[in-house]
């Protein structure tokens, strides 16, 4: 069964970092995708990064310069590097991985607060 299971959220200033890891139950290549969403009180999820597996790589505009999104193959593991936290990057995260099996297969982790104080 594939899980995805993230981590690293938490309380943090205006201005400060985090590092969101979502570890993957099976090879993170055996997906076609794999990135993070965010969904604020109130507001629809939205994607906020994404990597492909041939390493093309998509920022929404509001995080571009400030969060990197990364891989480590070994330890099936994806990060979300986000740097320059603002009040309006608070949100629960969510990491999501497509699977081509058969038709496309949609994953998705529990989430993750990300909490920014001004």
């Known amino acids: 069964q594939v899980q995805l299971v993230e981590s690293g959220g938490g309380l943090v200033q205006a201005g400060g970092s985090l590092r969101l890891s979502c570890e993957a139950s099976?090879?993170?290549?055996?997906?076609?995708?794999m990135g993070w969403y965010r969904q604020a009180p109130g507001k629809q999820r939205e994607l906020v990064a994404n990597?492909?597996?041939?390493?093309?790589?998509n920022y929404q505009d509001s995080v571009k310069g400030r969060f990197t999104i990364s891989r480590d193959s070994a330890k099936s593991t994806v990060y979300l590097q986000m740097n320059s936290l603002r009040p309006e990057d608070t949100a629960v995260y969510y990491c999501?991985?497509?699977?081509?099996?058969?038709?496309?297969?949609?994953?998705w982790g529990k989430g993750t607060l990300v909490t920014v104080s001004s």
């Open positions: 099976v090879s993170i290549f055996s997906f076609q995708v």
């Open positions: 990597i492909q597996t041939g390493g093309t790589i």
């Open positions: 999501n991985g497509v699977r081509l099996v058969g038709g496309f297969m949609d994953y």
